[in-house]
């Protein structure tokens, strides 16, 4: 094993790959869906692509998918491998240099598919902790020292800091004086700017949802959210600057959790060597981090499964060795 290295199982060429866009945090849905067309066109000009499905607006993972304008995913089907010389997962890499040196402003990245038909990620790592503070500045840190690995390739964290965002803080003992509860300001605010698609318009066979949600000019800076308004229980209009205090800040792309602590997932991609080579590396790096108190790592469910598999291969080694010894001492009572 220390030849030829150990991973747990390939994910083999099943003739497709997954590229995802993304433009800047303020990028608008139609701007993605014209950089979309773009890429399309590109990719439909290589000889290895039969067909692309493309989702705009959207980032899907292996249980839920992410609602973000500036995302857009591909779906690339590749021609039958007797008709390209490039294996899926050489190609994801191909396409992903072909389409960065053509669409400025784009940041592309691109994995290959398993045998489940989901992103093959062969190194994964939960960064988990009670604050999500500690977890990020571990999380970046484990980020370079994956990167700093020969072999590594699309590392990446599952949440970035670099989201702009305005800021609400609640000031409870004035909420409380105005007859609001926090649950009525969310369900206000979530109206306001994502909006509610409860109704639709249907037209023939077709239907299309109907959001409603403020228009883009009562929603462009800070005064704007701080002269929304709200009914309390006594039907009184109520300002949320009477209640609140608003800021503009940086926050995290999407908030993740596991076993209900924050976490943050650190992946990458395997090239020109094993899996289990650079977890060997990785394991020897980590030692030398300086790790935030409270803070853990948790192996992703691939990583464990060939640790474990491996404890268990060893074991039935032995006891197939024992056996062998036990039954030829039986057949030879020597």
Request: charged share 25%; aromatic share 6%.
């Amino acid at each position: 094993m220390g030849y030829i290295g150990a991973s747990f199982v390939e994910a083999g060429d099943r003739g497709n790959c997954l590229m995802w866009l993304e433009l800047p945090k303020n990028a608008t849905i139609e701007q993605t869906n014209e950089a979309t067309l773009r890429a399309e066109r590109l990719l439909m000009e290589m000889p290895e692509v039969e067909s692309v499905f493309t989702t705009v607006g959207a980032k899907s993972g292996t249980v839920t998918s992410q609602t973000t304008a500036y995302y857009a995913e591909l779906n690339v089907q590749l021609v039958d491998f007797t008709r390209r010389e490039l294996a899926a997962n050489l190609f994801a890499r191909k396409a992903r240099a072909y389409l960065e040196e053509r669409l400025t402003g784009v940041k592309v990245s691109s994995v290959n598919v398993n045998i489940m038909g989901n992103a093959d990620t062969p190194i994964q790592l939960m960064v988990t902790g009670a604050s999500l503070d500690s977890v990020l500045v571990y999380a970046n840190r484990l980020e370079t020292v994956l990167k700093s690995i020969e072999g590594t390739a699309e590392v990446e964290k599952s949440v970035e800091t670099s989201n702009p965002e305005i800021q609400v803080k609640v000031d409870r003992s004035r909420m409380d004086m105005t007859g609001l509860s926090i649950a009525d300001i969310g369900t206000t605010l979530q109206l306001a700017f994502a909006g509610n698609t409860d109704n639709r318009y249907r037209e023939g066979n077709n239907e299309f949802d109907i959001n409603v949600r403020l228009d883009n000019f009562n929603r462009k800076n800070v005064s704007d959210i701080e002269n929304l308004t709200f009914i309390n229980n006594r039907g009184e209009r109520v300002r949320l600057s009477q209640f609140a205090s608003l800021s503009e800040g940086i926050g995290p792309s999407v908030l993740e959790r596991y076993n209900r602590a924050p976490s943050v997932k650190v992946s990458s991609q395997v090239v020109g060597t094993s899996q289990g080579v650079i977890l060997r590396q990785l394991d020897e790096k980590i030692k030398t981090l300086e790790k935030p108190m409270g803070v853990d790592i948790v192996e992703g469910k691939i990583t464990r499964m060939m640790s474990e598999f491996f404890v268990d291969l060893g074991m039935a080694i032995l006891a197939a060795i024992i056996f062998v010894y036990l039954i030829m001492v039986v057949l030879y009572n020597n």
